[in-house]
């Protein structure tokens, strides 16, 4: 399974909500969609899974949504951490992950 | 502590091979899927292969299948991968990792990665 995220780089500033988008080429079985962040020089780190479940400290301001092909991260009032790379994983069809969102100040 | 700590990373020339260890703290390794992880300097994250609980089951990416070689040494706690026949294109940082509260493939334990680099 292909998976495609949008945009690329996301601009934003403090403050403002974030919707990131990850499109897979074909159903997710049981809707097994997860997302990571990754920090410049750290491993990436575990925010949602099952589309819209959240990891152990995840906090309540960043919600995972959609089913099927179709699938959102939202960020809502960014703080100065969020600005990192974003990427989304299927674990339904054997692994593949997206490119990467990048979200920018 | 629960703690993923890989080793073996290196420089070696194209052809060349190395194994990389990966060392678990924490929790018993045997007793979960284990994958491995890699990512290219600059780009994305690819999966690799992953081991299954028993060790009888192991997969990998089309991009490394017949080349790599996952297992684990049960005694001392590691999962390792050999790499063989190593191209330019395996250059990455390889993370172990595996999903400890689901016992699937949402990876919530990272180690901190090992560096591989493949060059002449």
């Known amino acids: 399974i292909v998976l495609t995220q949008s945009p690329a780089t996301l601009s934003l500033s403090p403050g403002e909500r974030a919707t990131l988008s990850c499109r897979a080429s074909?159903?997710?079985?049981?809707?097994?969609l997860a997302w990571y962040q990754q920090t410049p020089g750290q491993a990436p780190r575990l925010l949602i899974y099952?589309?819209?479940s959240r990891a152990t400290g995840t906090p309540d301001r960043i919600s995972g949504s959609g089913s099927g092909t179709d699938f959102t991260l939202t960020i809502s009032r960014l703080e100065p951490g969020d600005f990192v790379v974003y990427y989304c994983?299927?674990?339904?069809?054997?692994?593949?992950f997206g490119q990467g969102t990048r979200l920018e100040i | 502590e629960v703690q993923l700590l890989e080793s073996g990373g290196a420089l070696v020339q194209p052809g060349r091979s190395l194994r990389l260890s990966c060392a678990a703290s924490g929790f018993t390794l045997s007793s979960q899927v284990m994958s491995w992880v890699r990512q290219a300097p600059g780009t994305g994250l690819e999966w690799v292969s992953a081991?299954?609980?028993?060790?009888?089951?192991?997969y990998y990416a089309d991009s490394v299948k017949g080349r790599f070689t996952i297992f684990r040494d049960n005694s001392k706690n590691t999962l390792l991968l050999q790499m063989n026949s190593l191209r330019v294109d395996d250059t990455a940082i390889y993370y172990c990792?595996?999903?400890?509260?689901?016992?699937?493939?949402?990876?919530?334990?990272w180690g901190q990665g090992t560096v591989v680099t493949v060059s002449s």
């Open positions: 074909q159903s997710v079985a049981a809707n097994y």
């Open positions: 081991i299954s609980r028993s060790g009888g089951d192991t």
């Open positions: 994983q299927q674990y339904g069809n054997s692994i593949s």
């Open positions: 099952g589309a819209s």
């Open positions: 990792v595996c999903d400890l509260t689901r016992g699937l493939d949402a990876y919530d334990v």
